[in-house]
């Protein structure tokens, strides 16, 4: 039998405890192509495996003003100790009595302004470049510099400010050392000589100021290494009115907690470095852990997928409108009728080149759209928007496969979604569509067992993994206790969402005419969040717009998952023993999870309906505007 990984979407349209809403849910359950070698552990340990993710734009600050030559100390409680090092504590120094009894303040708890101080005054360095750099440029100045991450600044153009005159520096986007190394990746494979990499210009892959995650000088060490994490930067502008003060790092973080004395010298050298210094010369690597060589023997087989569609319209719509709440709809039953509903999907299989660029491969795109519903105010059609947008996503698949064999060479490329999102909405434009819709495009790449995708606004996608828990971190384990534990079914991934405030998604849209303000709600293709995740045979991801994750939480989504895999035969009682033990005879359900994928589409939309209608339950989104002190 072939392996195989299923996917299920489930598209509907309802409603959260107090708002009615639309949700397009998306569900995959991947399994590998080839048998396991025998006398591998029946356990198994996944973990997902993510490349850096764009910033979202719901961070976003477009203010961003010409960089600072020094750190601007606010207020007295910044003075500096004898020995030229920021205090840790703000407490006054009346007596040394009164001062040995001061308890020590924690690293994760000093404002970032501190480190910033200490930074500049042990060693200052203006972490700026020219937009008109190149490569070289840039990379020479990392080196020279010793920066992570420069700000890519514009001296043409001028900031007045009332009360000082500035120089003509006006920040216009991020860039990185990882940032370089990426350009000369990219530029690698496209197969342009090493002058041609080195002399590009910075300003075309940089992070453009729109997108850039900056922190604010009142924050601890504690929060902006917890956000530098989540969102995976390496580099944190520090803005204070209006002006990028300086650039930290991890390291910076790190290095605040020590002093000079701390770093050098013959006694740490002792402690620190000699017995731990130099590898011998027949030092090796050590084999991958039992519980991961499994999926490492699959490594290089390709995985496969079912798709099942289910799809449900508001509970309350009707061909001529909306009801309100169900005395305004009437005593008729609910909509079921999937052609009222303002979301959209897409599953396209094609073959293009695949990441190597010289052998054809299958390619699986999956899509879905929310279209706006407040359109309907305007005499506008939600869903016209969303429903344009997949169908020319689809076009433009197959489209490039079936020139593919005329033309040949980079028509056959495989095309990434936010590019996929771009031509697809010039596409809808050119039509004169008017609307908005959020949106997330995905692409699996059977080969690389990779999910590439882009998101604009608060549709997304979720991983959930069987992690045994015996090998899975502290920090990853549930907050379950293991003995009262039913599964090791776990959330492995979730997309980030872009919102400009609470309930209002960024979106992508077409009024009839371009719109240029930076405080737009409209954002394009390459303001989407876009990021990877590696997949493991077994993982089920769902692909949904807000309708589910505002009316289900994401735990209770992890527990409808496991009891469809339970009901289909794939794991048997919560655990992996019956699933493992089939992997290794090379043996697999396919047949049973194309059959019942579906099952798990309907699943889905279902509890997202019954919790929209249940007044007596707080829904995700009911509690995170209780959370923002909104009353909904």
């Known amino acids: 039998m072939t392996p195989s990984m299923n996917v299920a979407r489930a598209l509907l349209r309802d409603t959260t405890r107090a708002s009615l809403r639309g949700s397009t849910i998306c569900a995959v359950r991947f399994a590998s192509a080839a048998a396991l070698a025998g006398g591998v552990d029946a356990g198994s340990s996944r973990s997902s495996i993510i490349r850096r993710q764009q910033p979202p734009s719901s961070c976003i600050n477009n203010n961003f003003h010409p960089f600072s030559s020094a750190a601007q100390v606010d207020d007295a409680s910044d003075k500096q100790s004898p020995d030229g090092n920021p205090?840790?504590?703000?407490?006054?120094?009346?007596?040394?009595?009164?001062?040995?009894?001061?308890?020590?303040?924690?690293?994760?708890?000093?404002?970032?302004?501190?480190?910033?101080?200490?930074k500049h005054t042990l060693r200052w360095v203006e972490p700026v470049i020219s937009k008109d750099a190149t490569v070289k440029e840039a990379i020479t100045l990392c080196i020279e510099r010793k920066l992570n991450g420069m700000m890519v600044v514009d001296r043409s153009e001028s900031i007045k400010r009332e009360t000082t005159t500035e120089l003509k520096q006006k920040c216009v986007g991020l860039?990185?050392?990882?940032?370089?190394?990426?350009?000369?990746?990219?530029?690698?494979k496209d197969g342009k000589s090493a002058e041609e990499v080195l002399n590009e210009n910075i300003s075309h892959q940089m992070t453009p100021i729109n997108q850039v995650i900056y922190g604010r000088p009142d924050e601890t060490i504690g929060q902006c290494r917890a956000i530098m994490a989540k969102l995976g930067i390496k580099c944190l502008p520090i803005l204070v009115g209006g002006r990028v003060e300086g650039i930290l790092t991890v390291r910076d973080m790190t290095d605040f907690y020590f002093t000079a004395?701390?770093?050098?010298?013959?006694?740490?050298?002792?402690?620190?470095?000699?017995?731990?210094?130099?590898?011998?010369?027949?030092?090796?690597?050590?084999?991958?852990?039992?519980?991961?060589?499994?999926?490492?023997?699959?490594?290089?087989?390709?995985?496969?997928?079912?798709?099942?569609?289910?799809?449900?319209?508001?509970?309350?719509?009707?061909?001529?409108?909306?009801?309100?709440?169900?005395?305004?709809?009437?005593?008729?039953?609910?909509?079921?009728?999937?052609?009222?509903s303002e979301d959209a999907h897409f599953v396209s299989s094609v073959?293009?080149?695949?990441?190597?660029?010289?052998?054809?491969?299958?390619?699986?795109?999956?899509?879905?759209?929310?279209?706006?519903?407040?359109?309907?105010?305007?005499?506008?059609?939600?869903?016209?928007?969303?429903?344009?947008?997949?169908?020319?996503?689809?076009n433009v698949l197959q489209e490039a496969?079936?020139?593919?064999?005329?033309?040949?060479?980079?028509?056959?490329?495989?095309?990434?979604?936010?590019?996929?999102?771009?031509?697809?909405?010039?596409?809808?434009?050119?039509?004169?569509?008017?609307?908005?819709?959020?949106?997330?495009?995905?692409?699996?790449?059977?080969?690389?067992?990779?999910?590439?995708?882009?998101?604009?606004?608060?549709?997304?996608?979720?991983?959930?993994?069987?992690?045994?828990?015996?090998?899975?971190?502290?920090?990853?384990?549930?907050?379950?206790?293991?003995?009262?534990?039913?599964?090791?079914?776990?959330?492995?991934?979730v997309s980030q969402q872009q919102l400009k405030s609470f309930n209002h998604p960024f979106q992508m849209g077409w009024t009839g005419e371009d719109i240029v303000e930076n405080d737009s709600s409209f954002k394009q293709a390459t303001d989407s969040c876009t990021s990877?995740?590696?997949?493991?045979?077994?993982?089920?991801?769902?692909?949904?717009?807000?309708?589910?994750?505002?009316?289900?939480?994401?735990?209770?989504?992890?527990?409808?998952?496991?009891?469809?895999?339970?009901?289909?035969?794939?794991?048997?009682?919560?655990?992996?023993?019956?699933?493992?033990?089939?992997?290794?005879?090379?043996?697999s359900l396919t047949d049973v999870s194309a059959q019942s994928?579906?099952?798990?589409?309907?699943?889905?939309?279902?509890?997202?309906?019954?919790?929209?209608?249940?007044?007596?339950?707080?829904?995700p989104f009911a509690l995170l505007a209780k959370e923002n002190d909104i009353m909904w």
């Open 597 to 619: 994928i579906p099952r798990l589409a309907e699943l889905l939309c279902q509890k997202a309906r019954e919790n929209s209608l249940d007044n007596t339950i707080d829904s």
């Open 401 to 493: 496969s079936s020139q593919c064999g005329i033309l040949g060479g980079k028509s056959c490329s495989m095309i990434s979604p936010a590019e996929l999102l771009a031509q697809s909405y010039e596409r809808t434009k050119e039509a004169n569509i008017i609307g908005s819709s959020t949106v997330c495009v995905a692409l699996f790449d059977s080969v690389h067992h990779q999910m590439h995708f882009s998101n604009i606004g608060d549709s997304g996608l979720i991983v959930l993994r069987h992690i045994d828990s015996e090998v899975a971190s502290a920090l990853q384990r549930s907050k379950t206790p293991r003995a009262e534990r039913k599964s090791d079914l776990r959330i492995a991934f």
């Open 351 to 394: 073959e293009l080149l695949g990441e190597s660029g010289n052998k054809l491969q299958q390619l699986l795109y999956m899509g879905v759209a929310d279209g706006v519903g407040s359109w309907r105010e305007y005499g506008v059609d939600p869903r016209a928007f969303s429903h344009k947008l997949m169908e020319e996503c689809e």
């Open 175 to 188: 860039i990185t050392s990882r940032d370089l190394l990426r350009i000369m990746s990219a530029s690698i």
């Open 261 to 340: 004395e701390d770093k050098g010298g013959k006694k740490n050298y002792l402690r620190d470095v000699s017995e731990r210094v130099g590898l011998t010369t027949d030092t090796s690597m050590a084999e991958p852990p039992v519980f991961v060589r499994q999926h490492l023997a699959l490594r290089h087989a390709p995985l496969y997928l079912n798709v099942g569609v289910a799809e449900y319209p508001h509970p309350f719509k009707a061909a001529d409108g909306i009801g309100s709440s169900r005395r305004n709809f009437g005593p008729q039953d609910l909509a079921t009728d999937s052609d009222l």
């Open 87 to 118: 205090k840790l504590n703000d407490a006054p120094s009346e007596t040394s009595e009164d001062l040995s009894n001061e308890p020590p303040q924690k690293i994760s708890s000093v404002k970032i302004s501190e480190v910033l101080k200490r």
């Open 532 to 587: 990877s995740v590696h997949i493991l045979r077994g993982d089920i991801i769902i692909m949904a717009t807000d309708g589910l994750f505002d009316n289900v939480d994401i735990d209770d989504i992890a527990k409808i998952a496991l009891q469809w895999e339970l009901e289909s035969g794939f794991i048997d009682g919560g655990g992996n023993g019956a699933r493992n033990k089939r992997w290794s005879s090379g043996t």
